[in-house]
C-alpha cells in the first residue's frame, strides 16, 4: 500500500482532526500556508470541515498529499511535532512511555470505520522503546508526531532521539514503518 492509500474506502476522520491540523498547525506557520491548506480541502470537496462531521479519509489524504507537495514533505514533520500541542489529546499521565501509548488512542478517536489503522508502543529499554506505525500517513508526519509526543512528556534535559529502524517502510510502498525512540 502507498503512502496517503486509505487502507479501507469506508474509512473517516473526525472534522475536529482536520480543522486542528489546518487552523492550529499550519496556521503557526503562516496565513498563507492555512490558505493553502484550505485550498486543498476546497479541491477535494471538503469547503467548510466542522468538528464532529466525519469526512472520507481518502479525500483528506489526497488534501495531505498536495499540501506536501506544495509545502515541501519538511512542513509534514513539523505538522506532526506540533499536534500533541494543538490537538485534543489524552493526558492523564506524564510519562514518555504512556504519551506514546497515547497517540493510538487519539488515532482510534478520530478515525472509524474498516482499517484505519493503528501506533503500537513497545518499551525496550529504560529511555528507549519502538512505536510501530500501520497507517497511511507520510512517515515525516509520523516522525514529527513521535518526537513532538516524547518530547511533551520527556524531562527537561532530556535529548529525544527518533530513528527509523524498521524492515519496511511506507516509503517504499510498505504499510508500516517503526520507529525507535530514545529519550
Known sequence: MATYEAFDQGVEVNGRTV??????????????????????LAAEGITDPEPGVWYPQQTWLNAFETIAEELQPHVLDRLGEQLPTV??????????PDGLQSIDTAYQRNHRGGDIGYYEFEQTE??????????????????????????RYASVDAFVFIEETGETCRRDGDDVCTYTVYW
Open 19 to 40: 480543522l486542528t491540523i489546518v487552523e492550529k498547525a499550519m496556521g503557526r506557520f503562516s496565513d498563507a500556508y492555512r490558505e493553502r491548506a484550505l485550498y486543498a
Open 87 to 96: 490537538a485534543t489529546w489524552p493526558n492523564d499521565f506524564d510519562t514518555v
Open 126 to 151: 529504560d529511555r528507549a522503546g519502538e512505536l510501530t506505525c500501520y497507517d497511511p500517513y507520510p512517515c515525516p508526519f509520523d516522525r514529527g508526531l513521535v518526537r513532538g509526543v516524547a518530547k
